[in-house]
């Protein structure tokens, strides 16, 4: 995916200036971008997807709903990075989108108005469990997710084998990393091997360009707040203290030290950018999620084997972390907009039963790449189309391990992970030291908590 980029919250301030949006447009003008302009109109869909990597499969999925059923779905993908503004916007217009996603909890409270209530729908009732569906307080259901995503360290076996057997090589197997100080050994092996092994670096780039930040800024930021999550037996508090700071730090500082470019150059470094190194070889490691195969194996030039690629854990330096596995979650609930008419209402509805209950919708979600595993009844027998999510599959199952729940949902906004990223650039380029991005992530998460 994406984020979400991918990965994105909506914040209590982003409701404001959706309602104030929302009020300034009805009496104004209802012109959209050149690419949005015609949304739904009664008796179709318009879908507002913000998975980047996932807008051409999404295409060919309405394209034959459409030979089938000869309702129009349109699908549009916002820019990266954009997808709020771009929703806040798309709302405002006569010909709204009909489904749209909502990023977790923070994100229904900016959403709840113009959410449906899915309850009763075939494709919330055909949930394995309900309870990975998107609720209201009193319980109503206004978001479904559209599949169960993974993150974590991915990594090119064949380089990972050239080294392996390399004299003085520091771990001889992949097996052997189960921590962070393996981790950091064989990174740093790597990188000062990197000339011997044709390679610029252990790490592709740190992207931390505005807008290409969000693996560092929500998925990796997610590991500190997890931890302390877990410590204190909670879901979410008010009073973060960021206890695992240090192993925030670390991490990120091996990323950035041993990488294909100098931590001063990552500031202008975009996502596509760091899946373009890995699929040309240029390094062993990239951290990012399943939805990744397309921008590894769609890449011109790409010389990675999709039989190479392979998902190992990230690994903080927490005690324990040996028994843990990758990044496990969903933040991308899909719901259907309320203040749409009820024709268009009934074949977005009717469109999300077909795509989640019917076989031949969930496997094309599946063969596409779309989804690697998705909580409903009809993708029980589906097997994933690429490796990354035949590994995600295997982690799911791996009864063995502890995930890594995904609690970035609390995030306070997007706002917040925004400048987090920027203090996450400063500190890169050597501008700040940690201290500052500690200092901001627990003064501003206690800030807009407690707004």
Known sequence: ???????????????????????????????????????????????LNFKPEAEEAFKKIASTYKEKTGV??????????????TLQSEVAKSNPPTIFNINGPVGLA???DYALDLSDTDFVKALTDDSMALKSDDGTIYGSPLATEGYGIIYNDAILQKYFAMDGAVVTSIDEVKGFDKLKALAEDI???????????????TSLAPGEDWRWQTHLANYPVFYEFRDDKVTDTDDLKLTYSKNYQQIFDLYLNNSTVQPSETS?????????????????????????????????????????????????GVDG?????????????????????????????????????????????????????????AFADLKPADP????????????????????????????????????????????????????????????????
Not at 72 to 85: D, L, N, R
Not at 334 to 363: C, H, M, P, R, V
Request: net charge negative; glycine share 8%; with cysteine.
């Open 321 to 377: 972390e040996d028994k843990t596995g990758i990044a496990l979650g969903t933040e991308n609930y899909l719901a259907i907009n309320s203040q749409a008419d009820e024709d268009a209402q009934k074949a977005s509805t009717d469109f999300l039963n077909w795509l989640f209950t019917d076989a031949e919708g969930a496997k094309l979600l599946t063969d596409n790449s779309v989804v690697s595993a998705s909580p409903y009844k």
């Open 110 to 112: 900016t959403w709840q």
């Open 191 to 205: 990188q000062s091997k990197k000339d011997d092994l044709g390679i610029k670096g252990a790490f592709a780039c």
């Open 1 to 47: 995916m994406r984020p979400v980029s991918r990965r994105t919250v909506l914040g209590g301030s982003l409701a404001a200036a959706v309602a104030a949006t929302l009020a300034a447009c009805s009496h104004g003008s209802d012109s959209a971008s050149s690419d949005s302009s015609d949304g739904a109109g009664s008796g179709s869909v318009y879908f």
């Open 72 to 85: 129009t779905v349109k699908v549009v993908t916002a820019a990266s990075g954009t997808y709020e503004q």
């Open 268 to 316: 202008a470094k975009t996502v596509t950018d760091s899946m373009s190194e890995f699929a040309l070889g240029q390094c062993a490691f990239v951290q990012n999620g399943q939805w990744a195969w397309s921008q590894i194996s769609d890449v011109d030039g790409n010389t990675v084997k999709s039989e190479d690629v392979h998902f190992m854990p990230i690994y903080v």
């Open 388 to 451: 990354l999510g035949s590994e995600l599959v295997e982690y799911l199952n791996n009864t063995e391990l502890t995930p890594i729940n995904w609690v970035f949902q609390t995030f306070p906004s997007q706002d917040f992970k925004d400048q987090l990223g920027q203090h996450l650039a400063q500190y890169a380029a050597g501008s700040d030291d940690w201290s500052a991005v500690k200092d901001y992530f627990v003064s501003e998460w206690k800030s807009e908590k407690s707004a």
